[in-house]
């Protein structure tokens, strides 16, 4: 079958048009691949960035396709366990180490998979799964993000951030972002944002405090050196949750300002099954459909990642594969 594989750090991924499909655990079931998506994580493994890199290994954990004469997608995370606070030790997703979606039939656990939402075409389904169990967690699960809360949420043009972006004005929230362009900051305030500061100018921090106040929650993907200028954004009593690192560690946390403002400051990753099953039902519910950035075949995968890694990019990157 096509598929793109893993070979190893220094070689990347190939497309390859007669890769034997793998043999998968008895559980598992095959569904036919219309179309998939493009995550960071996709891009560290590329990288050698991720931990327990094997070779010959099918890439990709978002997806949609056909199970069964229905339109199905499924959840990209496996063994997530009993306890819907975090997860087992077995808990992996689709994509490095099991085989992944990018390629015609993908072997899923069979309880992984639900109904396609009806309003998303196969495109629109694909980019959902990771990046939107990611959002809705880290919004509602671990912040318990309410109506009329303030939220500012960083890197607003990435595939999680758009997906925090769009819950959160469903939900009825007031949103703000950062992001890096005055492009990105024009089409985030389309949205309907209340306000946007470029990321890159140097008192971001402060232009955004003296503008638009302190927020109750912040949901952040990046890290680094801008991180502890979030935690400073929060009011007292108000609640971080990091769901990556892309810019690596933060120096200049301040204990202080965490202890005597009462913040909490939250870790959360993926989702468990009940947030997958609540983040379908909040997308029909509220009829999200998510923003893609550009659509390829799954044969020009290198461009597909040449996209994501522009920086330029807004919301998902979709492969299509039948
Ligand atoms: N723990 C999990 O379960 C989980 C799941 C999904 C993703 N992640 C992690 O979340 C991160 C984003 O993933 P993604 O798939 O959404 O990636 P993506 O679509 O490639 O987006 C990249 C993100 O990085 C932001 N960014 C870049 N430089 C920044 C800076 N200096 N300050 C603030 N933000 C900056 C971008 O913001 P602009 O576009 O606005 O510039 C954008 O939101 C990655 O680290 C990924 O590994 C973790």
């Not at 939220?151 to 469903?170: K, T």
């Not at 468990?272 to 379908?280: N, T």
């Not at 519910?285 to 990019?313: W, Y």
């Amino acid at each position: 079958m096509k598929a793109v594989v893993f070979e190893s750090e220094e070689n990347g991924a190939t497309y390859n048009e007669d890769f034997k499909r793998p043999e998968a655990p008895d559980d598992f079931v095959e569904i036919s691949m219309k179309a998939s998506a493009l995550n960071k994580r996709d891009d560290f493994i590329l990288k050698g960035l991720y931990p327990g890199l094997r070779p010959n290994v099918v890439l990709g954990s978002d997806g949609c396709g056909i199970y069964e004469g229905r339109p199905v997608v499924f959840d990209p995370g496996i063994n997530w366990g009993e306890n819907p606070d975090y997860q087992s030790p077995d808990y992996h997703i689709l994509g490095m180490p099991q085989h992944g979606t990018f390629c015609e039939k993908v072997s899923v656990p069979g309880t992984n998979i639900y109904t396609k939402p009806s309003h998303l075409d196969f495109t629109q389904a694909a980019a959902l799964p990771l990046a939107g169990l990611t959002a809705y967690r880290a919004l509602f699960t671990r912040a318990g993000l309410e109506a009329g809360q303030k939220v500012l949420i960083s890197g607003g043009g990435g595939g999680v951030a758009l997906f925090c972006i769009q819950f959160a004005i469903a939900s009825g929230a007031r949103v703000f972002s950062t992001t890096g362009s005055k492009d990105k900051q024009d089409r985030l305030l389309k949205m309907g944002l209340e306000g946007v500061v470029n990321y890159n100018e140097k008192s971001w921090d402060k232009d955004f405090s003296s503008e638009f106040g302190q927020v109750d929650v912040v949901i952040d993907s990046a890290g680094g050196d801008g991180f502890h200028r979030l935690i400073n954004l929060l009011n007292p009593g108000g609640t971080l949750v990091t769901y990556g690192g892309t810019l690596g560690k933060s120096d200049n946390i301040s204990p202080q300002v965490i202890f005597w403002k009462q913040l909490n400051i939250k870790g959360s990753t993926m989702g468990s099954p009940q947030d997958f099953i609540d983040m379908l039902q909040f997308v029909e519910q509220h009829q999200i459909v998510p923003v893609i950035e550009r659509v390829f075949p799954l044969s020009d995968f290198d461009r597909a990642v040449a996209r994501l890694r522009s920086k330029d990019h807004f919301g998902k990157i979709v492969l299509t594969i039948s």
